[in-house]
C-alpha cells in the first residue's frame, strides 16, 4: 500500500518565476487536500477537492496559486509569479470520505519550495 | 487560523519516562487526530479519536478527549529517543474532514 507521494521533495526558484508541485494520493481516496506549513508553525489548510471537484479554498490562497485534479486522481498546485513569502513547505494529503466522525487523512513528506 | 494550541510547546524528558502533551480547542468537533512529524518531514498519523469518545489506545500511546472542556492529552509511555519528534494535534470540525492544526509540540527525548 503506498502513501501520498509528492513530487518534487525540493525546489529552489527565483521570485516571480512559476512552479507546480504534484501529489498522487492513496489509490481510491477520494478527498486529496494541500496545506502549507511555514518553520515552527502546524500546517495550514489550502484547499480541498473531492474527487475532480474543488470544494473549499482558503483566503489563504490567492489568485497566484491555483490546484487541479483533473481526473480525480492525481493533484497539480501551480504557483504563479512567486514571492519570498511563499517559501514553506507545501504537503499533500489524502482520505476516503465515509462516516459522519470523520476519516484518517494521510499526508505525503512534502514539497519544499524557496524562493530566492 | 490555528484552532488548537499544544501545551507545553517544547517537552525534553529521559529516555524511559513518559511524555504528555496537551491540546486546547476552541469549536465542536468530530474528531480529532494527532499526527509526528520528524524535521523537515512530512506528518505521521499517529491516532484518530471520535467526538463521541472518550479515551483510545495504540501501542505505547494513549489519548483522551474531553469534549466540554475542548481539551485532549497524548501519553506516550515508555518514551525513546526515536519519539524525538514535533507532534500536532489537528481537529476536524466537519464540513469537508478538513484539519486545523495547533502549533505543535517539540518532545525531545534524551538517551
Known amino acids: 500500500d503506498t502513501g501520498v507521494s509528492q513530487d518534487p521533495r525540493h525546489k529552489i526558484t527565483k521570485r516571480g518565476q512559476n512552479v507546480t508541485f504534484r501529489c498522487d494520493p492513496i489509490s481510491e481516496h477520494n478527498r486529496l487536500y494541500w496545506y502549507r506549513q511555514t518553520l515552527g508553525q502546524g500546517p495550514e489548510f489550502l484547499t480541498y477537492?473531492?474527487?475532480?471537484?474543488?470544494?473549499?479554498k482558503s483566503r489563504l490562497l490567492s489568485d497566484r496559486f491555483s490546484a487541479e485534479r483533473p481526473k480525480g486522481s492525481f493533484s497539480t498546485l501551480e504557483i504563479q509569479r512567486t514571492e519570498q513569502g511563499d517559501s514553506a513547505m507545501y504537503l499533500c494529503?489524502?482520505?476516503?470520505?465515509?462516516?459522519?466522525?470523520?476519516?484518517?487523512?494521510?499526508f505525503g513528506e512534502g514539497s519544499w519550495l524557496t524562493v530566492v | 487560523s490555528q484552532q488548537g494550541e499544544e501545551d507545553p510547546q517544547a517537552l525534553s524528558i529521559q529516555e524511559g519516562e513518559n511524555a504528555t502533551m496537551n491540546c486546547s480547542y476552541k469549536?465542536?468537533?468530530?474528531?480529532l487526530q494527532w499526527y509526528r512529524q520528524n524535521s523537515g518531514r512530512g506528518l505521521v498519523h499517529l491516532i484518530l479519536?471520535?467526538?463521541?469518545?472518550r479515551e483510545k489506545h495504540s501501542g505505547r500511546l494513549r489519548v483522551t478527549l474531553d469534549t466540554s472542556k475542548k481539551s485532549s492529552s497524548l501519553l506516550i509511555t515508555a518514551s525513546r529517543a526515536a519519539d524525538t519528534a514535533s507532534y500536532f494535534c489537528?481537529?476536524?470540525?466537519?464540513?469537508?474532514?478538513?484539519?486545523?492544526f495547533g502549533t505543535g509540540t517539540q518532545l525531545k527525548v534524551e538517551l
Open positions: 494529503a489524502s482520505s476516503l470520505r465515509q462516516g459522519s466522525y470523520g476519516n484518517t487523512i494521510y
Open positions: 477537492f473531492q474527487n475532480e471537484a474543488q470544494l473549499e
Open positions: 489537528a481537529t476536524d470540525t466537519g464540513g469537508g474532514n478538513k484539519l486545523t
Open positions: 469549536t465542536s468537533i468530530n474528531n
Open positions: 479519536i471520535r467526538s463521541n469518545e
